[in-house]
């Protein structure tokens, strides 16, 4: 899949993998799009914390989700901060995905004047430095 908007496109920084988040980064590289699960709970969370905001346990592995969503919210945004510049407006979304959770990402491949609340969208990956970084675009 090619990104053919992305206002974002090359200025992203590389993020810079914590111990915690390392499976997260990790599976990235691979364009596997990581989150948590808590087997006590049977849930999943999202961002990457080190006990389960379920049951306070620490039985949590790494599983890989469907990429498939549909946009929470969203926001348009015109005036990037630093270290973004000159950047066209782009699209800040929380997601929710069909694990439950929601990711705070950008969609690409989608005019801005299109998004709506609850359009579906499917996982894709851009580079932020040389680490691949989900986002996600129209389904």
Same mark, same amino acid.
């Given at each position: 899949?090619?990104?053919?908007?992305?206002?974002?496109?090359?200025?992203?920084? #590389? @993020?810079? +993998?914590?111990?915690?988040? %390392? !499976?997260?980064?990790?599976?990235?590289?691979?364009?596997?799009?990581?989150?948590?699960?808590?087997?006590?709970?049977?849930?999943?969370?999202?961002?990457?914390?080190?006990?389960?905001?379920?049951?306070?346990?620490?039985?949590?592995?790494?599983?890989?989700?469907?990429?498939k969503?549909?946009?929470?919210?969203?926001?348009?945004?015109?005036? #990037? @901060?630093? +270290?973004?510049?000159?950047? %066209? !407006?782009?699209?800040v979304?929380?997601?929710?995905?069909?694990?439950?959770?929601?990711?705070?990402?950008?969609?690409?491949?989608?005019?801005?004047?299109?998004?709506?609340?609850?359009?579906?969208?499917?996982?894709?990956?851009?580079?932020?430095?040389?680490?691949?970084?989900?986002?996600?675009?129209?389904?």
């Open positions: 899949m090619s990104i053919e908007f992305d206002p974002l496109a090359g200025q992203r920084p #590389a @993020p810079i +993998p914590l111990n915690l988040t %390392k !499976p997260f980064w990790d599976g990235a590289q691979d364009k596997k799009l990581m989150l948590q699960y808590c087997t006590q709970s049977g849930k999943y969370q999202f961002y990457p914390r080190p006990v389960s905001v379920y049951t306070g346990g620490r039985d949590l592995e790494w599983r890989e989700a469907s990429g969503g549909h946009v929470y919210s969203f926001s348009l945004s015109y005036k #990037a @901060p630093p +270290p973004f510049k000159d950047v %066209k !407006p782009y699209i979304a929380s997601i929710e995905l069909e694990e439950g959770v929601r990711i705070l990402t950008n969609i690409v491949n989608c005019d801005p004047s299109t998004v709506r609340i609850d359009m579906p969208v499917r996982l894709t990956w851009v580079l932020a430095g040389t680490v691949n970084y989900p986002v996600f675009e129209p389904a």
